[in-house]
Nanobody, 124 residues
Framework: QVQLVESGGGLVQAGGSLRLSCAASGRTFNNYAMGWFRQAPGKEREFVAAVNWSGSTTYYADSVKGRFTISRDNAKNTVSLQMNSLKPEDTALYYC?????????????????WGQGTQVTVSS
């Protein structure tokens, strides 16, 4: 089992930037892929971005492509999400998730461990 703790959320104006971080403990960090998901009030949880075990390959939802960047530091057991050009529709609770194995992508059922989430609010 993996324990995940997110940080870095907050309130920002449209067009601004935030950087989310997720610290992992438990399983050997470089044995699995990592992802970020988000959930807005009244909506289902949706995929944002994912990175493979080594950090060499990434995958993004179309809605954030070109604005968000996911990265990982296997020496520090962390994964980050740099969010630029934020929009009000990016407002949500953001979750860090650990894949059960090597899968990295949008299928939510492939992620076995989840953090508690960090709130991102973008004002217009």
């Amino acid at each position: 089992q993996v324990q995940l703790v997110e940080s870095g959320g907050g309130l920002v104006q449209a067009g601004g930037s935030l950087r989310l971080s997720c610290a992992a403990s438990g399983r050997t960090f470089n044995n699995y892929a990592m992802g970020w998901f988000r959930q807005a009030p009244g909506k289902e949880r949706e995929f944002v971005a994912a990175v493979n075990w080594s950090g060499s390959t990434t995958y993004y939802a179309d809605s954030v492509k070109g604005r968000f960047t996911i990265s990982r530091d296997n020496a520090k057991n962390t994964v980050s999400l740099q969010m630029n050009s934020l929009k009000p529709e990016d407002t949500a609770l953001y979750y860090c998730a650990a894949s059960s194995a090597t899968y990295y992508g949008p299928r939510i059922n492939e992620y076995a461990s989840w953090g508690q989430g960090t709130q991102v609010t973008v004002s217009s």
